[in-house]
């Protein structure tokens, strides 16, 4: 099992950027697909990307496409999720996950979640 821990968010204006930090603990977590996710209040939880668990592979959402960047440090048992050219409508908790195997999309294929962190953009 894998322990995760986000931290990075807060408030910025339209255009800025912020790095998120998911922390993990356990033995597990270097052969782990991470995902990131978010969800805005009245909506679903949305897929934002994920990174393979050597660090070799990502996959994004094509709103966050060319802005979002994940990577990953095993050494560290740390993923990143940097966020630039925020816009408002990237407002929202951010969540990062832990799976076993590929990389998906579908957060039920994710087995540890973090608690999320607040990133909110004003305009």
């Known amino acids: 099992q894998v322990q995760l821990v986000e931290s990075g968010g807060g408030l910025v204006q339209a255009g800025g950027s912020l790095r998120l930090s998911c922390a993990a603990s356990?033995?597990?977590?270097?052969?782990?697909?991470m995902g990131w996710f978010r969800q805005a209040p009245g909506k679903e939880r949305e897929f934002v990307g994920a990174?393979?668990?050597?660090?070799?592979?990502?996959y994004y959402a094509d709103s966050v496409k060319g802005r979002f960047t994940i990577s990953r440090d095993n050494a560290k048992n740390t993923v990143y999720l940097q966020m630039n050219s925020l816009k408002p409508e990237d407002t929202a908790v951010y969540s990062c996950?832990?799976?076993?195997?590929?990389?998906?999309?579908?957060?039920?294929?994710?087995?540890?979640w973090g608690q999320g962190t607040q990133v909110t953009v004003s305009s």
């Open positions: 356990g033995r597990t977590f270097s052969s782990a697909a």
């Open positions: 996950a832990a799976r076993r195997g590929i990389i998906t999309t579908n957060p039920t294929d994710f087995y540890s």
């Open positions: 990174i393979s668990w050597r660090g070799g592979s990502t």
